[in-house]
């Protein structure tokens, strides 16, 4: 496994990818992502969990599968520079890749809504960004705009080659649990990723039932109708108008899944409880697949992969906030006696 993560998706899976075996490819050893046996959760929910770990590609997201080949793309179109409109994790991304293909960037983020890492990787990567005061569906209509008017390439998932990228998850996936795997539990924002999920499966002959979750007040594919001001912690999934709606329908009506709502209490229970009973720390909206997995179960399914989409460190606020305080204590045997054992 070491040696397939380091040499990226493109390469990897190069036959099922639209490469040819000359062209540029700008990688930084994205998936190959761990598939953890998740024990405490699969006795709750009666069957055989596991986790995808994708908070462990190289900028923290499974953006990373489909950055590479979006910027693989845009170097061999001959593209200056990539712009993306975000909630933070395509910033990041985009960022990285076009660093490392010494391409410039661009990132239009909503103004004080995106979390703390992912701002602080997007800038040391070197991209402009661009703070928004509107939300992140504002910001996409304007970068498909721009990018239609000038030569740069737009890497948001409307972009074909993300897709194509992300859909190796599901390889992963078939690969490690020897092709049997009956459900799917997956965080809906945007829906690229659910897409690019049903995409890789098809083409590989299997058909899990996917369940997508998106927050209650981020829920324009359960209520059948755009949010106008989504709302929720989980920021990554903070869209109220997602670019692949009907695929999304799609690939739920095809897989014979659901899209479902789960709560902002319901999205920090899961996160916690990840935390401290799986030694997983996902980032909120990665806690989506969980929360609604804990919540309407998986129909019976024996075997089921939650993805976790991307890593706790991005969001720190939010995790100070969930947990306790620090123990203050005075420097001497007595008080860290008291202060430990307690
Ligand atoms: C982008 C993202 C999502 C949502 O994926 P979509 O393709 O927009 O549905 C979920 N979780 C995290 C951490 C993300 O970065």
């Known amino acids: 496994m070491s040696q397939a993560r380091s040499v990226g998706v493109i390469e990897r899976f190069r036959d099922r990818l639209p490469f040819g075996p000359t062209d540029p490819v700008v990688?930084?050893?994205?998936?190959?992502?761990?598939?953890?046996?998740?024990?405490?959760?699969?006795e709750r929910v009666g069957a055989e969990v596991h986790l995808k770990l994708e908070g462990t590609n190289p900028t923290g997201s499974f953006k990373d599968r489909g950055m590479t080949c979006a910027v693989s793309a845009a170097v061999r179109e001959g593209a200056q520079a990539v712009i993306c409109a975000s909630?933070?994790?395509?910033?990041?991304?985009?960022?990285?890749?076009?660093?490392k293909a010494g391409l410039r960037g661009a990132v239009i983020v909503p103004d004080g809504k995106i979390a703390t890492g992912k701002l602080a990787q997007a800038l040391v990567h070197g991209a402009r960004v661009i703070a928004l005061r509107g939300n992140f569906d504002t910001a996409l209509e304007l970068v498909r705009e721009l990018a239609a008017r000038h030569p740069i390439a737009l890497v948001n998932s409307v972009n074909e080659f993300r897709l194509e990228g992300q859909k190796t998850a599901a390889f992963e996936l078939l690969e490690d649990l020897d092709g049997r795997l009956d459900a799917l539990c997956i965080p809906v924002g945007n829906a690229g990723n659910i897409t690019a999920y049903w995409k890789g499966f098809?083409?590989?002959?299997?058909?899990?039932?996917?369940?997508?979750?998106?927050a209650a007040g981020a829920a324009p594919l359960v209520n059948g109708a755009p949010v106008k001001d989504p709302e929720t912690v989980a920021s990554a999934i903070r869209i109220g108008n997602p670019a692949r709606w009907e695929e999304a329908i799609d690939a739920m009506r095809a897989s014979r899944g659901a899209i479902r709502a789960v709560t902002d209490d319901e999205i920090l229970s899961a996160y916690r409880l990840l935390a401290a009973t799986e030694g997983v720390f996902c980032e909120p909206a990665s806690a989506a697949s969980v929360a609604g997995l804990l919540k309407y179960g998986a129909d019976g399914a024996e075997r089921i992969a939650c993805?976790?989409?991307?890593?706790?460190?991005?969001?720190?606020?939010?995790?100070?906030?969930?947990?306790?305080?620090?123990?203050?204590?005075?420097?001497?045997?007595?008080?860290?006696?008291r202060a430990v054992l307690g």
Do not use: M, W
């Open 27 to 42: 990688t930084l050893g994205e998936g190959g992502t761990p598939l953890v046996l998740a024990e405490r959760l699969s």
């Open 87 to 99: 909630t933070g994790n395509t910033a990041a991304s985009a960022a990285a890749y076009a660093a």
């Open 202 to 214: 098809v083409e590989a002959g299997a058909a899990p039932r996917l369940f997508g979750f998106q």
């Open 307 to 337: 993805v976790l989409t991307g890593h706790g460190l991005k969001d720190p606020d939010v995790a100070l906030e969930q947990v306790g305080a620090v123990v203050p204590c005075e420097p001497q045997l007595r008080a860290i006696e």
